[in-house]
């Protein structure tokens, strides 16, 4: 059974920190594309930021690429997404996924596996 874990949401206010994590079991590692989309409410879900671990190839959305990075722990069979100089529009839902060799980039069709949201809230 596929299992996506994701975890490290919570509270935080305006120009604070978290880091959420993704812990994959009952797939390949190296063979998808691990990533994080958000959904906001009333918005379309979007990729926030995806890593393929077999070669460190990564794809974020460009607005966010100076706050966010991904990062990987392959031993752990973790997918990681620090988030910084959080602001209220990160606010939403963050979900994890899993694609098929490559990232879907920021088209959430035809991604293989979700894990269950973790809620980010951003405060001003």
């Known amino acids: 059974e596929v299992q996506l874990q994701a975890s490290g949401g919570g509270s935080v206010q305006a120009g604070g920190s978290l880091r959420l994590s993704c812990a994959v079991s009952?797939?390949?590692?190296?063979?998808?594309?691990i990533g994080w989309f958000r959904q906001a409410p009333g918005k379309e879900r979007e990729g926030v930021s995806c890593i393929t671990p077999s070669d460190g190839n990564t794809y974020s959305l460009t607005s966010l690429k100076d706050r966010f990075t991904i990062s990987t722990d392959a031993a752990k069979n973790t997918v990681y997404l620090q988030m910084n100089s959080l602001k209220p529009e990160d606010t939403a839902v963050y979900y994890c996924s899993a694609n098929y060799i490559y990232c879907t980039g920021r088209d959430s069709n035809g991604v293989d596996y979700w894990g269950k949201g973790t809620l980010v809230t951003v405060s001003s």
């Open positions: 009952g797939l390949a590692f190296d063979a998808y594309g």
